[in-house]
């Protein structure tokens, strides 16, 4: 019967339906195709939410991927079905992790991906179109899916820089170094679905400065070995402010090595035990530089560097960071000794007291110039709240200070209040404007001419690996550098773009 059947169906399609199909109908197909149709529309459809689980369960087995793998159009939806579960599997594993955790989230992310990657490879024997579903999923789950805990949203890409934060800083425990360079690489995983790659670099880049400021690095080795990771993924140019940064941090400890075998030979006897770190300013995000009167003991360090730095780089000028600038301290007013850690603000108020031992706040003010807000915050503590002081308090030494520590940290991060704050979002649009602007500029100078459709294609795919500029973006862009005349449109032709030299 079933022979029948066959014979009956051959020759259907291959007289009947053929010379239909030749004669224009479209509603006729070969049987074949029919039945993968109505099995489509009338079973799968119909079933997919409920057969979504029950595939997942046969599909563990072997023998279920055999006979898809042979349709090519149930394969395709098979592989859709695979991006939708692991997506949604995804989604409900990170809903709820708390912002705050950034570990706890990265390590979440990093089982999901350990755990259906084995599965793809497993099951669907590493196949291509089942890798791309895995992708697209993890891609889709870490660039559009932001936590809900804790009441507020955070992209993917602060996360896994507050993780690499943690990972970096001194007190990382039970990390040897093998272990080191394996968590590096799972972070690498993470970061490899990122798409916008520069806010995790503007973000990364703010994190390494206060770790390499505050000297709060556990490794330079780990610092660097993170670099060039990142290099190898992203190109020199991704990683350029990253590595001058981590070089000026090697050339300020020759720097500091040099000054005091210059002092030794001119004879410089100081109090200060002084060590400098020298940065490039258009590597380093520095906000504006508050004001300060340095106090007499820390004049002529300061004024002998220099000297000594104008010496070997005439024609550099040299700008004072106190904001992250620090020092000890130790007291002679107690009977018992303290040394205090503190910033230079805190440093230039204390040495002032050497001086007299009564002040009001408008002397200290006029003393140190610091911007007032800043000295508020300075001298205010727990019961004595900065927006509570006035200018004519006075201001003296407890003479029966005592503490159970002999070292006391009493260095804590000051607000600006009055300092221009840019949103890193502001940043990162501006910053990608000018990448955009740069980038036609260097098409449309290897090409001269070139047709508007295809330039704005160049465009996105060079950029794509670091983020995806917008089409409007690059369209308002192309539009400014016609009226700036870096390019012009044929007359003939307004969809040709021509480069001007």
């Not at 400065?209 to 990142?230: C, H, N, P, T, W």
């Not at 500091?256 to 590597?283: Q, R």
């Not at 300060?292 to 104008?310: A, M, Q, R």
């Not at 006075?394 to 009493?410: A, E, M, Q, Y």
Request: aromatic share 10%; with cysteine; glycine share 2%.
């Amino acid at each position: 019967m079933c022979r029948k059947v066959n014979n009956a169906c051959r020759y259907l399609n291959q007289h009947w339906v053929q010379r239909e199909w030749n004669a224009g109908r479209r509603d006729i197909v070969e049987i074949n195709v029919l039945s993968q149709r109505i099995w489509k529309d009338n079973f799968f459809k119909p079933l997919f939410l409920r057969m979504t689980q029950a595939c997942f369960n046969l599909i563990k087995l072997t023998r279920f991927y055999k006979p898809i793998s042979q349709i090519p159009k149930l394969k395709n939806e098979v592989a859709k079905l695979i991006e939708t579960h692991i997506f949604m599997k995804g989604i409900n594993a990170i809903k709820y992790v708390n912002e705050k955790d950034p570990k706890l989230y990265i390590e979440t992310i990093l089982d999901i991906h350990k755990k259906y990657l084995q599965f793809v490879q497993d099951t669907f024997d590493g196949e291509q179109i089942f890798i791309t579903a895995f992708d697209k999923a993890c891609g889709k789950l870490i660039n559009n899916v932001t936590t809900e805990a804790g009441n507020s949203s955070i992209k993917s890409s602060e996360l896994l820089v507050r993780y690499c934060d943690a990972l970096s800083k001194k007190g990382t425990k039970n990390i040897e170094e093998t272990d080191f360079e394996e968590e590096f690489n799972k972070i690498m995983i993470v970061f490899n679905y990122i798409e916008d790659k520069d806010i995790f670099e503007r973000l990364y880049r703010n994190r390494l400065a206060k770790r390499l400021i505050g000297q709060l690095s556990d490794s330079d080795d780990y610092e660097k070995f993170m670099v060039l990771q990142l290099q190898r993924k992203c190109g020199f140019e991704y990683t350029t402010k990253l590595e001058r940064m981590l070089q000026d941090v090697d050339v300020s400890k020759t720097l500091t090595s040099d000054y005091e075998k210059y002092c030794e030979n001119h004879h410089i006897t100081d109090i200060v035990d002084f060590s400098i770190m020298v940065l490039t300013s258009n590597s380093w995000s520095f906000p504006e530089i508050p004001n300060l009167v340095l106090p007499i003991e820390l004049k002529s360090t300061s004024n002998n560097f220099i000297d000594f730095y104008n010496h070997d780089h005439n024609g550099r000028k040299l700008k004072w960071l106190h904001q992250h600038s620090k020092g000890e301290l130790q007291t002679s007013f107690t009977s018992q000794k303290y040394i205090f850690q503190v910033s230079t603000y805190q440093m230039a108020v204390l040495l002032l007291f050497n001086k007299f031992l009564i002040w009001t706040v408008e002397r200290l003010h006029d003393e140190t110039q610091i911007k007032l807000d800043t000295l508020l915050q300075v001298i205010s503590n727990e019961d004595f709240k900065h927006t509570n002081i006035q200018m004519n308090y006075v201001i003296h030494l407890s003479n029966d200070f005592k503490s159970k520590k002999l070292r006391l940290n009493l260095n804590v991060p000051l607000k600006y209040i009055d300092q221009k704050s840019i949103s890193v979002d502001d940043t990162i649009n501006n910053d990608r404007r000018m990448v955009i602007q740069a980038t036609i500029v260097r098409i449309m100078k290897a090409r001269q001419i070139l047709e508007y459709p295809l330039l704005i294609q160049e465009v996105i795919q060079q950029l794509t690996p670091r983020f995806i500029p917008k089409i409007p973006v690059i369209k308002k862009t192309i539009d400014t550098l016609i009226e700036n005349q870096y390019l012009e449109r044929q007359s003939d032709d307004k969809n040709i773009l021509k480069y001007l030299a």
